[in-house]
């Protein structure tokens, strides 16, 4: 299973080479692609690319003819304001028309469904794809701060069984533009509101780890261009020790959270199809090195299911594997989903589950849902597009930082 997956994976990245800021670059194809424009550059060349897919080259590029600082002005109306070509009134008229119409510079996100829950403290949208694929974003507004949670890419290919988007399958890759755009956009909403977005967690539809090179271009884009710091950013795993490895050697130290759900092999198995590839001794070996590189703490996330991973002897073994890495656990009781039949834990043996960890020395918190009215929230995504969800819990709530759970 695992091994399709990968090679599903690998045969859709096939001929991508190496990232050119931020966007993609199809060595050998580009000249197929280029006979309208003058000198193009190859993030545009490519083809599906939107606005935030373009390197300052490229912006620099389709602005040919203008003075420099053009796009400088361009660069940080789409960053830093969030606008659209059309809205910068900094330039000229007949400019801002020609840009407009641009298609190298539309939007990647075409908004098919906002809803608002919870006295406006949760936003959640269904853009629709330019190209194929529809993916959810998720924006919370807590006390203390505001975050978002992003897809990664439209379906997921890991297989979880009790996971709304695995059930779903695997449609493509985000580019990393789409991955920045859902954040201007949960940006520009929370300025909107007087807010400001502070956080960005890479927990919606998809695995990050699996779409590994466009993750990480929008993680740098993210952290350089809107300012957020590392600390702010949390990339979720299913558990793909090739990527933790990769992501101990990067320059950020983002926050991991790795979606643990069973701690032992048998168990993890058969929820988590990829423990097989990656079982757990192998799995927390990457996790130590991600703590001894970056020093951050590290948080795993465990979906309690009613009678299969919420037993005294479950926490025990829990516990062992999580309390030398002095991680976090979050807990969240698992929300139906309509091609899984387990139930999620009841809440009072919820909070019995989480008084075990913490009798036994690990920091657990258990998340409180949100978004329930709206069928909003993220690690649930797509449960719209596959049947009807009554409710889904938060997964924003459970940053690896742990803190400030459900403010
Ligand atoms: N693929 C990544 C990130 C997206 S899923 C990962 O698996 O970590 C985000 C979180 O939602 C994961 O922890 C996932 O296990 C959890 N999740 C998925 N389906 C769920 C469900 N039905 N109930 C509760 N949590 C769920
Ligand atoms: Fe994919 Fe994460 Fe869902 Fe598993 S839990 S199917 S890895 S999105």
Known sequence: MVVLVQGLVARRRGPVRRMLGG????????????????????????????????????VAQLLDGEPAYR?????????????????????????????????????????LRRSTSEQGKVVKWLWSLAGRGRVETVLMHYRDRSTVCISSQAGCA??????????????????????????????????????????????????????????????????????????HLTVSTVGIVAGIRRLARERL????????????????????????????????????????????????EWALMDGVNDRPRDAAELVTLVRPLRAHVNLIPLNPTPGWPTRGTPPHRVRAFRDELVALGVNATVRRNRGTDIDAACGQLAAAEVGSVDSVASMASAEATGAGASG
């Open 253 to 300: 130290p983002v926050n991991l959270a790795v979606s643990l759900h069973a701690a032992n092999d048998q168990l993890r198995n058969s929820l988590v199809p990829v423990n097989r590839r990656y079982p757990l001794a192998s799995l927390m070996e990457a996790c130590r090195a991600y703590l001894d590189a970056k020093g951050r703490r590290l948080s795993f």
């Open 71 to 111: 796009a400088t002005q361009l660069w940080e109306g789409l960053y830093r304001h969030g606008s659209d070509p059309s809205e910068l009134t900094v330039l000229p008229r007949p400019l801002r028309e020609r840009l407009a119409h641009d298609p190298r510079l539309a939007p990647s996100l075409v908004e």
């Open 158 to 231: 890991m297989g979880c069984g009790f996971c709304a988007t695995g059930q779903a399958g695997f449609q493509r890759n985000l580019t990393a533009g789409e991955m920045v755009e859902q954040v201007i956009r949960a940006a520009a909403a929370a300025r909107a509101g007087g807010r400001r977005l502070s956080n960005v967690v890479y927990m919606g539809m998809g695995e990050p780890l699996a779409n590994y090179e466009r993750v990480w271009a929008s993680v740098e884009r993210i952290h350089d261009e809107l300012g957020l710091s590392a600390r």
């Open 23 to 58: 966007a993609e670059h199809r060595s050998g194809r580009t000249s197929n692609h280029v006979s309208t424009l003058p000198t193009p550059p190859a993030a545009i060349a490519w083809g599906r690319v939107g606005r935030y897919d373009l390197s300052r080259d490229d």
